[in-house]
């Protein structure tokens, strides 16, 4: 697959309380044709900021961008070639749901039956098709977001930007419009970055995410690979729900598992691959709620039960290891199925896990 978007070490210094920062800090990335990245991150991390850099509304302070191997750092943005969905998608209200969409290529000095043809493929393939004589008012904010990417895809952009597009639509909406905006985007090939600060949107929606964390890129990988394979504390900690426990790192075997101590028991779990810690390091052992277990594993240490909280299909206990310095319980769901025996606060059990569930990673 040729690459479609190249950025080789994007900063961007902006002033903020009379002190300069960098809001993109050296963020190198190579995406592919016809694939969907998305930028996640908390607030504030740079997303916005270098999404609005590849479209040319914000100028790196030094590094290069370049679309399809030629280097457009300093080409202006209405020539870039490229479409951007905001999250506010202000449509022309005066005008028609057709109007809104035909106006980029009218500006572009198209008309007559081949302009007609393309917007109408365009609202076909939103699932527009029947507005076309409506305005934008008389349309739910759903509907208005799917005019705003018709109104893009029907100019044919090399790539499609899209910030935060569904932040203003209620959550049943959003959910819809995450299927809604990946079908499209795979029906045309077309070559996407999108941001949000929603992991589940992230996770969904996506080939690749790159997790932003003040400026810098954390790791970059499919979602499974994030989820499985979290390079940092705060990818585990961001995507999904993780229990960091603390420990140190003991030994490293042959096929990719270690040993880790946690409150004197020695346990196995898989080394992280991204950016694994070296023997004698302190190391986190990081294990998803789901998959820490009052019996099920190999491995298991001593806790007791400081809360439970009952969640209907589900049970969620949190728990502390004995004597340790944690400063909030970790997290241990387990199913609720009929005739589950209840663990009550106070009493004192083994958490377990097996190797795979758990990986091990820097401190
Ligand atoms: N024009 C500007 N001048 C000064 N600081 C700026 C400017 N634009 C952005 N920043 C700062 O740069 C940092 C990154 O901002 P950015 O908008 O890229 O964040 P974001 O990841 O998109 O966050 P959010 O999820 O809240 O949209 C923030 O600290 C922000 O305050
Ligand atoms: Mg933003």
């Given at each position: ?22 809001a993109v800090d050296n963020v190198n990335l190579e995406v592919t044709q016809g694939e969907f990245l998305t930028f996640l991150g908390p607030s504030g991390c740079g997303k916005t900021t270098t999404l609005r850099m590849i479209a040319g509304f914000e100028t790196p302070s030094s590094g290069q961008i370049l679309i399809d191997g030629v280097d457009i750092t300093n ?289």
């Open positions: 697959m040729s690459v479609s978007l190249t950025l080789k070490n994007i900063c961007r210094r902006f002033i903020k309380d009379n002190e300069e920062f960098l080409v202006p943005a209405n020539e870039r070639g490229l479409g951007f969905v905001f999250q506010n998608y202000a449509l022309f209200p005066h005008m028609t749901i057709f109007d809104n969409v035909a106006y980029g290529l009218k500006i572009r000095g198209e008309s007559g039956e081949t302009l007609a043809q393309k917007v109408r493929e365009a609202l076909a393939l939103v699932g527009l098709s029947k507005a076309e004589h409506r305005y934008p008012n008389q349309l739910s904010g759903g509907e208005q977001q799917r005019v705003a990417l018709a109104r893009v895809l029907v100019l044919r952009p090399k790539l499609l930007l899209m910030d935060e597009p569904l932040s203003n639509l209620d959550a049943k909406l959003r959910l819809h419009m995450r299927t809604e905006i990946r079908r499209i985007q795979q029906t045309l090939g077309i070559t996407c970055l999108y941001v949000t600060h929603d992991q589940k949107e992230a996770l969904t929606m996506s080939d690749r995410i790159m997790v932003m964390h003040r400026g810098k890129i954390e790791q970059i990988g499919t979602p499974m690979q994030l989820y499985e394979d979290p390079a940092t504390a705060f990818v585990a900690d961001f995507i999904g729900q993780a229990n960091l426990i603390e420990g140190k790192l003991e030994s490293i075997e042959s096929d990719g598992f270690g040993f880790i101590s946690v409150s004197g028991r020695k346990l196995r779990a898989r080394l992280g691959k991204q950016n694994p810690p070296t023997v004698g390091e302190s190391a986190y052992l990081v294990v998803r709620p789901e998959n820490l277990r009052p019996d099920a594993g190999s491995e298991n240490f001593p806790v007791k039960v400081v809360n439970r909280l009952f969640e209907g299909d589900r049970i969620d206990y949190h728990v502390e290891i004995p004597g340790s310095t944690q400063t909030k319980p970790y997290s241990m769901s387990v199913p609720f199925l009929p005739g589950t025996t209840l663990i009550d606060v106070g009493q004192e059990i083994q958490a377990a896990f097996t190797p795979l569930a758990g990986v091990i990673i820097k401190r």
